[in-house]
């Protein structure tokens, strides 16, 4: 027996169900992605050209049978990590900025059940190669603003959506075809997790005595969101001199001294690559770069920021389509 004058103000017994708190309100939708069952073969061409090989999963070209145009499917084992990728590329593959998914299949190979992904074809190739094809030169500020407010835009749209990327880099960003009429786009959803409380169940059972829970376990785990504003700061930091802020003195890919750089911020903007960059920028590095993630700039104040929306070409007008 619980005296109802001990524990919450609504002096309730806190040990009854009806009183726990509203169903954590998901403010994205659960999305039904539709998954067909037949031969992804049926309705599309499979070649045998690999467009690229991401960490878990080959990527390779296809042709819709019926429209004979070209796409990228992508092969993933079955597995509930391939699902949870998927799921949240798809919730947020409706935006201009994140690679858009058509078709996905569940199909089985030799026993083995795969997903099937059916996506836009990247004929731009990445982000990574463009900034390599500068050589050791670099972005103007404008070029570098221009690809910062895209990554900024699906960046954005995840946050909003409760969703961390979790691998944002150079490699993860396609241009859609060559040339400068190129869209920019965010892909690999492989680290992807949702940020919301929704993801913890246990709060919803009625035994469960809040009482003793930390607050991090109440969720929302909020440095997710924060370590995509990082990887932001160090891509906009290649995009302006083309090199990285944190790196191994030989190239290696991470050293104990690159380790402890990073955990201590410690980069500078040198000579003479960094000489003509203006302190605006130089302010939004900084404050992308904080250790600190709850000091780090949420994507909303990198979106404010004048110098992103200084150099943005055409306003916002609002479209009423
Ligand atoms: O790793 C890199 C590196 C250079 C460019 C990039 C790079 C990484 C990702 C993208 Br997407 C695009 C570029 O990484 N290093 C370390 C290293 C040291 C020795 C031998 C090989 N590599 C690097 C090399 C030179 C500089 N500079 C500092 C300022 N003065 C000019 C030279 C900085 C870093």
Same mark, same amino acid.
């Given at each position: ?154 960046? +954005? ?5 409760? =969703?961390? $990327?979790?691998?944002?880099? *150079? &490699?993860?960003? /396609? ?125 909303? +104040? ?5 110098? =992103?929306? $200084?150099?943005?070409?055409? *306003? &916002?007008?609002? /479209?009423?389509?």
């Amino acid at each position: 027996n619980v005296e109802t004058t001990r524990g919450g103000a609504e002096n309730s017994n806190p040990l009854s169900n009806q009183n726990l708190p509203p169903k954590a309100h998901s403010s994205t939708l659960q999305s039904t992605m539709p998954v067909h069952s037949h031969p992804v073969t049926q309705d599309y061409k499979i070649s045998r050209q690999v467009l690229g090989v991401g960490i878990n999963g080959k990527v390779v070209e296809c042709h819709n049978r019926k429209t004979g145009t070209k796409f990228a499917l992508k092969v993933l084992r079955d597995v509930p990590k391939a699902r949870r990728e998927v799921e949240l590329h798809y919730m947020a593959s409706e935006h201009r900025h994140i690679v858009k998914i058509f078709d996905v299949y569940e199909n089985t190979y030799n026993g083995v059940k795969c997903l099937l992904v059916v996506m836009e074809c990247m004929e731009g190739g990445e982000l990574f190669s463009r900034i390599q094809e500068r050589a050791q030169s670099a972005f103007t500020e404008r070029e570098g603003a221009e690809i910062m407010y895209d990554i900024c835009c699906a960046v +954005q749209y995840l946050h909003r959506m409760n =969703i961390a $990327h979790r691998d944002i880099k *150079p &490699e993860n960003l /396609l241009y859609s075809t060559k040339g400068s009429s190129g869209v920019l786009k965010l892909t690999d959803f492989g680290f992807a997790k949702r940020t919301d409380a929704t993801a913890i169940r246990p709060l919803e059972t009625p035994c469960y005595t809040p009482y003793y829970a930390a607050p991090e376990v109440l969720g929302p785990e909020k440095y997710d969101k924060s370590c995509d504003m990082w990887s932001i700061g160090v891509v906009m930091y290649i995009l302006l001199c083309g090199f990285p802020p944190f790196y191994s003195a030989h190239g290696l890919p991470m050293s104990p001294g690159m380790k402890t750089r990073i955990r201590s911020g410690q980069y500078v903007f040198p000579s003479p690559e960094w000489d003509r960059v203006s302190e605006a920028a130089k302010d939004v590095i900084r404050g992308l770069l904080k250790t600190d993630p709850s000091e780090r700039l949420t994507i909303d +104040q990198v979106m404010a920021h004048k110098w =992103i929306t $200084h150099y943005m070409k055409v *306003p &916002e007008t609002p /479209l009423f389509t």
